[in-house]
């Protein structure tokens, strides 16, 4: 069984910063892709960054230069920096991992709200 927790969601006014965590537990052999994905209200849930186990990246292009992705793998965790936040970025945002033998788990998603 493996789980993963999200945390450093919140309200934050246009132009600051959130810090998202999202680390995983359970039984875990290694882990491949560890990503953020947000889905805001009415809208298809999008891919916002991601790091590959060789440490390429990824990021949609609405983030680009805004968010970092990062990881540490002693501690199976997955971090968003969040800078230069706007109001467009209010969504639901989730963690995704995928892990070796276990397949792809979803966390349970943290509200971000950025206020004009």
């Known amino acids: 069984q493996v789980q993963l927790v999200e945390s450093g969601g919140g309200l934050v006014q246009a132009g600051g910063s959130l810090r998202l965590s999202c680390a995983a537990s359970?039984?875990?052999?290694?882990?491949?892709?560890m990503a953020w994905y947000r889905q805001a209200p009415g809208q298809q849930r999008e891919l916002v960054a991601a790091m590959h186990s060789g440490g390429s990246t990824n990021y949609a292009d609405s983030v680009k230069g805004r968010f970092t992705i990062s990881r540490d793998n002693a501690k199976n965790t997955v971090y968003l920096q969040m800078n230069s936040l706007k109001p467009e970025d209010t969504a639901t945002y989730y963690c995704?991992?995928?892990?070796?033998?276990?397949?792809?788990?979803w966390g349970q998603g943290t509200q971000v709200t950025v206020s004009s």
């Open positions: 995704n991992v995928n892990f070796r033998l276990r397949g792809t788990y």
């Open positions: 359970g039984t875990i052999f290694s882990i491949n892709t």
